[in-house]
């Protein structure tokens, strides 16, 4: 079992000037052994989506791009 939550939050902005609401989410995959009565979480992979849902793709670290758009978006 697995969860994620958020851990970052930003804006961002195309070089037009659309802005967009970027959210940085971890996942944490449940480790505990079947017997132990003890939770234990490992962490996962990170990923970054628009505030609506886009899957958001990491260029460098203030470059992004809307993989749904193939918009470029800077960390603002």
Known sequence: MKREIEID???A????G??????QYQEYIDTTHL???RREEI????RLATSTGLD???????TFK???TG???RKV
């Open 9 to 11: 939050r930003f804006l």
């Open 13 to 16: 902005k195309t070089d037009n």
């Open 18 to 23: 659309k802005e967009y609401i970027i959210v």
């Open 35 to 37: 017997t132990s009565s």
């Open 43 to 46: 962490a996962g992979h990170k």
């Open 56 to 62: 958001v793709s990491y260029i460098d670290p203030k």
């Open 66 to 68: 809307i993989v749904n």
């Open 71 to 73: 918009e470029i978006i």
